[in-house]
Nanobody, 122 residues
């Protein structure tokens, strides 16, 4: 059974930092595309970052502030979020895909975590 479990969310003041974790079981992240998405109230789920064996990329809104990484030994993906802004407030979801064609699109991901809430106060 595949499980992705996010943790690390919480309440933070603007300008602060948080690190989200996504612990995977039932699959091996080193061979997959791993993504982070977020969904704010009343908005669609949007791409934040992805990482594959060939590299990764970020949404323009987080580029230079967020960093995605993974620890294959721990089968865990991370999202380091620095210089947080109020507009970063959302539920953050981890996702995995064995064959995503467009890694910035949520429709290509097979597996999703339950999400972790991030609230940034201004």
């Amino acid at each position: 059974q595949v499980q992705l479990v996010e943790s690390g969310g919480g309440l933070m003041q603007a300008g602060g930092s948080l690190r989200l974790s996504c612990a995977a079981s039932g699959l091996t992240i080193s061979s997959l595309a791993m993504g982070w998405f977020r969904q704010a109230p009343g908005k669609e789920r949007e791409f934040v970052a992805f990482i594959t064996r060939g590299g990764g990329n970020y949404a323009d809104s987080v580029k230079g502030r967020f960093t995605i990484s993974r620890d294959n030994a721990k089968n865990t993906v991370y999202l380091q979020m620095n210089s947080l802004k109020s507009e970063d407030t959302a539920v953050y979801y981890c996702a995995a895909s064995s064959g995503v064609v467009v890694p910035t699109s949520r429709f290509g991901y097979n597996y999703w975590g339950q999400g972790t809430q991030v609230v940034v106060s201004s």
